[in-house]
Each structure stands twice: as C-alpha cells, then as structure tokens.
C-alpha cells in the first residue's frame, strides 16, 4: 500500500531560528501534499495544499511567508517554519495523494517544540 | 463544504462494554468517510473507511461503522472495550475522488475504565 514518511518525528528548536519538515511518498507519485496541524487537545487543521512545481496554496489565517512549502518533486514536500516563536509549537502532519494514493495517506507526523 | 460532527468531546466506558462514538456529516456530494484513531503524543492511525462500498465497514482492531445516508451518520462501533483502546478519534470526511484534503471532526476522546 501506499506509504507516506514524515521527518523529524520530533524536533525542539530555540526561538528564532528555522525548522524544517520533510514529507516523502515511498512507493508512489504524490502529485498534490497536504500540510495539516493539531494545537494541544484540538483537532487537525489544513493549513496548506501543495501541487508538484506549484505554488501551494495556503489556508486563510495561514502565513504563507512563516510556512513555506515547498514540492518540487513528486516524491517530497517540504515545510519550513521559518523564524519560529513557542506559539508555533504543534503537531505538523502531511498527507500525499497521487496515483494508486488517496489524501487520506498520513505521514506520522512531527512534534514541534519551540523554546 | 464538506463538514463531519462529533457529537461527544468524551466518551467513557467500563473494560468489556460496547463502544458507540457518533458522527454526523455533511457533504455536497457522497463523501468518503474515515475513522482515525490517535494514541497521546503518536501519529494517525487509520481504523476504517467508507469509499461508497458496502455501508457496513469493517476495520482494525474490532471496530466497525455503518453509512446511513438517511441519517447522514457514519458512527464507530466496538463490541467490548479494551484498555487499550483508550485514545482521541477522529471522524473525517473527504469528497470523492481520493485526491482531496479531508476535514476532521473535533475528537472524540475515548476513556476505558477498568
């Protein structure tokens, strides 16, 4: 079956400084990338949709210059929180959908903490 | 716009009783639904889906739900509750298709007494 694989499974970063979030399909094309977070006792949220050698087109109340997505191939996705602050701690999870792959296909996620 | 409900922000059972966590949904079109499951500080598991198949899905670990399109339901069973089922679940719905971001519901967290 189709498999998404997210790193860093968890990453603590200071205050200022960049982190990046890798998103990879491992046995398929993913053609379009989902960038979702949870908050702390809330549910999942889009922030973002990212087609292949496009610009990836950000929820409303998402900054799109502090979270930068970047899919330049099919195989990954990327997300950079850029000059992160301790409210930026979250659970940050992708989701690919491409041939034979729905956008129900989770990576595992990755747990940002920013101090 | 698609949209799922969870009826309950908390569920509380007694080990060996059935579980019932409710959702309801709301679609334009005839949705796909799903049900996740989440463990504390872990990643999406995926326990069932709904792709217009058979309404009564069977799926991981003993969990099962049913697609009432009268009822616009699609509710999460399990016989008898386990310890270990005690985690956040999540009900989400995409359009059809499969190429689409999903929505989820708000959680339902599930507490397993002894």
């Known amino acids: 079956g189709a498999v998404v694989s997210q790193h860093p499974s968890r990453v603590i970063c200071k205050s200022g400084t960049s982190v990046k979030i890798e998103c990879r399909s491992l046995?398929?094309?993913?053609?379009?990338m989902f960038w979702y977070r949870q908050f702390p006792k809330q549910s999942l949220m889009l922030m973002a949709t990212?087609?292949?050698?496009?610009?990836?087109?950000?929820e409303q109340g998402v900054e799109k210059d502090k979270f930068l997505i970047n899919h330049a191939s099919l195989t990954l996705s990327t997300l950079t929180v850029t000059s992160a602050h301790p409210e930026d701690s979250s659970f940050y999870i992708c989701?690919?959908?491409?041939?034979?792959?729905?956008?129900?296909?989770f990576g595992s996620g990755t747990r940002l903490t920013v101090v | 716009a698609q949209s799922v409900t969870q009826l309950d922000s908390h569920v509380s059972v007694s080990e060996g009783t059935p579980v019932l966590l409710r959702c309801n949904y709301s679609?334009?079109?005839?949705?796909?639904l799903f049900w996740y499951v989440q463990h504390p500080n872990k990643g999406l598991q995926l326990l069932l889906k709904?792709?217009?198949?058979?309404?009564l899905v069977k799926g991981i670990n003993g969990f099962e739900a049913e697609f009432k399109k009268s009822e616009t339901s699609f509710h999460l069973t399990k016989p008898s509750a386990h310890m270990s089922d005690a985690a956040e679940y999540f009900c989400?719905?995409?359009?059809?298709?499969?190429?689409?971001?999903?929505?989820f519901g708000t959680g339902t967290k599930l507490q397993v007494i002894p």
């Open positions: 046995d398929f094309q993913a053609t379009t």
């Open positions: 709904y792709t217009s198949a058979a309404t």
């Open positions: 989701s690919a959908a491409g041939q034979g792959a729905y956008g129900y296909t």
């Open positions: 989400v719905v995409s359009d059809p298709g499969g190429y689409q971001k999903v929505t």
């Open positions: 679609s334009s079109y005839s949705p796909s």
């Open positions: 990212s087609n292949e050698g496009s610009k990836a087109t950000y």
